[in-house]
Nanobody
Framework: QVQLVESGGGLVQPGGSLRLSCAAS????????MGWYRQAAGNQRELVAS???????NYADSVKGRFTISRDNAKNTLYLLMNTLKPEDTAVYYC???????????????WGQGTQVTVSS
């Protein structure tokens, strides 16, 4: 089994910054693409940013230039640095990873439990 545990969420004023972390643990052979998703109240879950095992990144248009995704492969940890936060960034943020647990099984997708980010004055 694989566990993804997010941390770093909280309440921040507009224009502020937060850094989210997601630590993967368990029976891990290899981690491929990792990503951050968010879901605001009443909305569908949407991709915020993703990063491949080689470091190629992809961002939603709404966060380009403000958010930076990164990963530490040695620590199996994913990060999201969020700057210039806006009230519309308020949501539950979820970590996602494609993980291979053995050499003879394909990668499967795992999700964290989510961390709340609230941007409000």
């Amino acid at each position: 089994q694989v566990q993804l545990v997010e941390s770093g969420g909280g309440l921040v004023q507009p224009g502020g910054s937060l850094r989210l972390s997601c630590a993967a643990s368990g029976s891990i052979f290899s981690i491929y693409t990792m990503g951050w998703y968010r879901q605001a109240a009443g909305n569908q879950r949407e991709l915020v940013a993703s990063i491949s095992s080689g470091g190629t990144t992809n961002y939603a248009d709404s966060v380009k230039g403000r958010f930076t995704i990164s990963r530490d492969n040695a620590k199996n940890t994913l990060y999201l640095l969020m700057n210039t936060l806006k009230p519309e960034d308020t949501a539950v943020y979820y970590c996602n990873a494609a993980v291979r647990t053995t050499t003879y099984r394909p990668a499967e997708t795992y999700w964290g439990q989510g961390t709340q980010v609230t941007v409000s004055s």
